[in-house]
């Protein structure tokens, strides 16, 4: 299986974004997908997961209540919508699948996507 999110830029603060992440090849549908973010200078940080069979979300308490993420079966593609952006939300954010429906431990997941970059400004 292979990902590929895109979707980042630079947005003000109080903006939004919505990062997709495209599935291709062969994918196995019990698998879950998360996003994880990387800021310069920071550990990676889980940002949410989502079961892809029932389509069940989870987050991280630094973006609860602000980012959502979705999935479309039919176009294999995961979102991550990016509401009321902050500064410190700035990071290089990835896409990411494994075998465990819901992980917040990157180490869970086998098959990463290349990072797409988020600048929020102030």
């Known amino acids: 299986v292979q990902l590929q999110a895109s979707g980042g830029g630079l947005v003000p603060a109080g903006g939004y974004l919505r990062l997709p992440c495209v599935i291709s090849g062969h994918m196995i549908s019990s698998y879950g997908f998360g996003w994880f973010r990387q800021a310069p200078g920071k550990e990676r940080e889980f940002v949410g997961a989502i079961t892809w069979r029932e389509g069940k979300t989870y987050y991280g308490d630094s973006v609860k209540g602000r980012f959502t993420m979705s999935r479309d079966v039919p176009k294999k593609t995961v979102y991550l919508q990016m509401n009321s952006l902050k500064p410190e939300d700035t990071a290089v954010y990835s896409c990411?699948?494994?075998?465990?429906?819901?992980?917040?431990?990157?180490?869970?997941?086998?098959?990463w996507g290349q990072g797409t970059l988020v600048t929020v400004s102030s």
């Open positions: 990411a699948t494994g075998p465990r429906e819901v992980s917040r431990w990157y180490s869970e997941y086998d098959f």
